[in-house]
């Protein structure tokens, strides 16, 4: 089966929209990462909140071609999502059409309201950026920034049950920008951490593990090896409850709960 599912043909007619219009677009993002032999720690949430009959509201900060929202949305959630990269907007539009659970922006979010440079690569879609981070980084266009808690009163975006976030070096600042005092019905975060990017802008993994404890999170730290190339498949190494040894080398996700019973199937899942 993994001879079969690593063949060129194989991988062609998994790329191709016909296929991916037949099988839906969960099921084909489903299987386009068990090609790639990948932990994904978001489809770990996706289903431990399936087993627990768990829906609610989604917040989507990178949604890029909506990896993220897509099954969220197919298990009856409520998402709201963030895509300021122009290319990426109209491909999310494409792979949503018309739906009335989710709601869509093009501008970014971040600590403070403004209008910065955001930043594009040809090596990747996927580290399209407000930081500058990358040799291949051009500037696209100036793009409205707001924080999350103008956007959530504006839209009346409550109670939030689940936030998402993957900013490229900026996952701090978003999370800067809403006050989880404030909004406590947030029970999951799952935000992306390289120090690498983030010591450009002056903070590192410690930085954001003190700052979701300081809400009374419990964090998980999804470990993975350096990357090589963006864009290109990486090597997961483990995840473990902090406190824990953190590479500086190395990249990840940071899971921060609330439930234990989260913790005890996570480990079990990605160990």
Not at 194 to 211: F, L, N
Not at 225 to 237: D, Q, S, T
Request: charged share 25%; proline share 4%.
């Amino acid at each position: 089966m993994k001879t079969l599912l690593n063949s060129k043909f194989v991988r062609y007619i998994v790329g191709s929209r016909t296929f991916k219009k037949l099988i839906g677009p969960q099921m084909f993002f489903r299987l386009k990462k068990k090609m790639m032999g990948r932990v994904d720690e978001l489809f770990l949430i996706i289903e431990f909140y399936r087993r627990t009959k768990s829906t609610g509201i989604m917040v989507d900060v990178g949604v890029h071609y909506g990896e993220s929202s897509i099954p969220f949305l197919e298990n009856g959630w409520k998402v709201f999502g963030f895509e300021p990269d122009k290319s990426n907007h109209e491909i999310v539009m494409k792979n949503i059409p018309s739906n009335e659970n989710f709601t869509l922006f093009d501008f970014a979010v971040a600590e403070k309201p403004g209008e910065l440079n955001f930043y594009v690569s040809e090596e990747s879609t996927g580290i399209s950026s407000l930081l500058n981070f990358h040799d291949t980084h051009e500037v696209s266009h100036v793009v409205k920034v707001d924080t999350l808690n103008n956007v959530i009163e504006e839209h009346n975006i409550k109670p939030i049950k689940f936030l998402k976030i993957d900013a490229e070096g900026f996952d701090l600042f978003v999370l800067q920008g809403i006050d989880l005092k404030k909004y406590d019905s947030v029970e999951m975060i799952i935000c992306e951490y390289e120090d690498g990017k983030t010591q450009k802008m002056g903070y590192t993994v410690k930085d954001m593990i003190d700052y979701l404890q300081s809400f009374g999170y419990k964090v998980l730290v999804c470990e993975w090896e350096p990357i090589v190339k963006y864009g290109g498949n990486h090597k997961f190494r483990g995840a473990h409850v902090y406190p824990c040894d953190l590479d500086p080398k190395a990249w990840g996700n940071l899971i921060a709960y609330k439930d234990p019973a989260f913790e005890k199937f996570a480990l079990k899942e990605l160990n």
